[in-house]
Each structure stands twice: as structure tokens, then as C-alpha cells.
């Protein structure tokens, strides 16, 4: 049975590896608007979330940064989110 569980995160991991690709190729090369552009990074990070319960910590560690660079180049703004998974202790 444990055999069949790590093949099947796997799947969901190649899965997601796959969706990410297809929205920053998205982003990359087709005609959107920067709401739009967002509207990708939120749809992929709720499919993350769907596959993954309880990893929304490793959706904004590992992939929030990337989909941030991209759309800063794309769009030839500066995006600096506050997170509250990176938020620093208040002194």
C-alpha cells in the first residue's frame, strides 16, 4: 500500500510541477492583463492546495517567488507582498 501512495504523490506532484510550467509559459507569452496574470498565480495556488491540503506554506516558499519575478519582468513592475507565512517577529 505505501508503494501505491508515493506513486500516486508522484502523480500529483508531476501534476502540479506541470500546471506551474503551463501558467508561467502563460504569463510569458500571451497577451494578459496583470489581473489576469494574477488570476493564473491564484488558480494554480488553489489546484496546489487541492492536490496538497495543509501546504499553502510551500506554495508561497516555492512558487509564489517565481510567479513574483515573472510578472515583475513581464509587466515592469515591483511587487513586495507582506506574507504572513514570512512575516518577522515583532520586537
Known sequence: MENL????????IRFLRFL???SI?????K???????F???EEAKRVALNLFPGK??????????RF???????????LRFPSPFLSSPES
Do not use: T
Open 5 to 12: 501512495e508515493i506513486k500516486e504523490e508522484n502523480r500529483r
Open 20 to 22: 506551474v510550467d503551463l
Open 25 to 29: 509559459q502563460s504569463i510569458q507569452e
Open 31 to 37: 497577451d494578459l492583463s496583470l489581473e489576469e496574470a
Open 39 to 41: 488570476g493564473l498565480v
Open 56 to 65: 499553502e506554506l510551500a506554495f508561497e516558499l516555492i512558487y509564489r517567488p
Open 68 to 78: 513574483q519575478r515573472l510578472i515583475e519582468e513581464r509587466f515592469g513592475i515591483v
